[in-house]
């Protein structure tokens, strides 16, 4: 069985630029979590997506947005990049009875 | 609110030698328990979880037991290897998912 796929794997911007991460959840799980790690920190928590819909979102400003497509796939968009969102964004998935997120390798988005 | 307090590192330890890295959570009921594990330029695996208090969950040689009177997960190894270097992280799920900010292991043959 396929896990949690992201892509791309290294993305590299300039400040003010449009970033789109993609993340494939495994197959039957219906709830997405994307997640920044900036380096030298822990995660943070960007977004959640059930059935389509944003359940919560973290402390994150409203240029961090997404969605979540009826095959469950979801898309991680950063509007007007700044130097500090240079970090690895992590997707996991969950399935909807289940307690354990399932996490992918990562997009590493470096701004310039 | 809900939150996971977990060792600060880094954490630096001989092959061979006993580790613990402790973790304490604060939530409403009783959450589900995790440790996962982000080896260099990876995404975060799990290593091991316990749902229930006084579960014990184990998984390549590392333990950890739910620990409801001291609102604890402390995750053990007996004997470290070179190849346990990595970041480990204590995570809860209560209304959802809360991660600690992650203890770097370093092992040196």
């Known amino acids: 069985e396929a896990g949690v796929t992201q892509s791309p794997t290294h993305l590299i911007k300039t400040r003010g630029q449009q970033a789109t991460l993609r993340c494939s959840p495994i197959?039957?799980?219906?709830?997405v979590y994307w997640y920044q790690q900036a380096l030298g920190l822990g995660l943070q928590f960007l977004l959640w997506?059930?059935?389509?819909?944003?359940?919560n979102r973290g402390n994150f400003p409203p240029r961090f947005s997404g969605r979540q497509f009826p095959n469950y796939s979801s898309e991680l968009n950063v509007n007007a990049l700044e130097l500090e969102d240079s970090a690895l964004y992590l997707c996991a998935s969950k399935w909807r009875g289940g307690d354990t997120q399932y996490f992918g390798p990562g997009t590493r988005l470096t701004v310039l | 609110g809900d939150s996971v307090t977990q060792m600060e590192g880094p954490v630096t330890l001989s092959e061979e030698a006993f580790l613990t890295i402790n973790c304490t959570y604060t939530a409403t009921g009783y959450p589900s328990l995790f440790w996962y594990v982000q080896y260099p330029g990876e995404g975060l695996q799990l290593l091991l979880k316990?749902?229930?208090?006084?579960d014990k969950g184990s998984n390549k040689g590392f333990e950890a037991t739910y620990r409801k009177e001291t609102t604890s997960f402390h995750l053990e190894k007996g004997s470290v290897q070179v190849s346990d270097s990595a970041v480990y992280f204590c995570a809860a799920l209560g209304n959802q998912f809360y991660f600690g900010t992650g203890t770097s292991l370093t092992v040196i043959p």
């Open positions: 997506y059930d059935e389509g819909e944003e359940r």
């Open positions: 316990a749902t229930k208090a006084d």
């Open positions: 197959s039957g799980h219906t709830s």
